[in-house]
């Protein structure tokens, strides 16, 4: 076992909206995150390290107790499961929606649908709650070409201003989901590491729900 405390970051978008809450907790790394290589960072804390890495790989890291926590979309542990994994906290960071999409005007005619997505779980049983047949396509980026191209009819994606698809001739067109960043916990480690982890837990609970009291 790591002898110190370890946190992993998805990069990107959520990692720009964590750090100020980790900062908030008193949580701060030793290098610039956003202009370094590095992988691991120390942190002013000398008990506690962060790792940087790939969303989707978060919860496995989590999971194995490879780190003890995590932050994380709730798109990647909807599609990936959540299993082994503690789930105490909405950060309420890098909201958005995770939404069908098809090409301005786009009407279903016929009995199949194509759709192309990256979430291919979601959508296989948010298709098949309503009923309707999809034959799948998974993508792992640039969803919104599928459509232009003829791969697909529509697509399945995260949308936040929904400037992606109008730059390319789509729109949204149903919600499947609202989708924010989670605090993830290994399950162990939530027993062996009690004190330390529930105090983190604690003072991000307090940070976030003053984030949602103060006026907007
Ligand atoms: P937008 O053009 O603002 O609708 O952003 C759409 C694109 O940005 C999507 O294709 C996503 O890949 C990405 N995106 C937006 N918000 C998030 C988020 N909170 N987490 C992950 N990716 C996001």
Redesign the pocket.
């Known amino acids: 076992m790591n002898e110190k405390l370890t946190i992993a970051l998805t990069k ?3 990692l720009k909206e964590t750090l100020p809450l980790l900062a908030s907790v008193g949580i701060v790394p030793l290098d610039d995150i956003g202009s370094s290589r590095k992988l691991v960072f120390e942190t002013n804390r000398n008990d506690l390290q962060l790792v940087i890495l790939r969303g989707t790989d978060v919860p496995t890291y989590v999971r194995y107790g490879a780190a003890d926590m995590g932050v994380v ?1 709730k ?1 990647i542990l909807m599609e990936h499961g959540s299993e082994g994994l503690y789930e105490p906290l909405d950060l309420g960071i ?3 929606r995770l939404m069908t999409a098809g090409p301005l005007g786009w009407q279903h005619i016929g009995a199949r649908i194509r759709v192309a997505t990256k979430f291919v779980n979601i959508t296989r049983e948010y298709f098949s709650r309503q009923g309707v047949h999809a034959d799948l396509i998974k993508l792992y980026g640039a ?1 919104e070409l599928a459509p232009m191209m003829n791969l697909a009819d529509l697509i399945v ?9 109008r730059a390319n001739g789509m729109e949204p067109l149903e919600e499947i989901a609202a ?1 924010s960043s989670r605090l993830v916990v290994n399950k162990a480690a939530m027993r062996s590491r009690y004190t330390a982890i529930s105090q983190i837990i604690e003072e991000l609970t307090a940070v976030v729900k003053e984030g949602e009291d103060a006026p907007a």
Request: with cysteine.
């Open positions: 990107g978008r959520i979309g798109d890098a909201r958005c969803m994606d995260i949308v936040d201003t929904g400037n992606t698809l989708i």
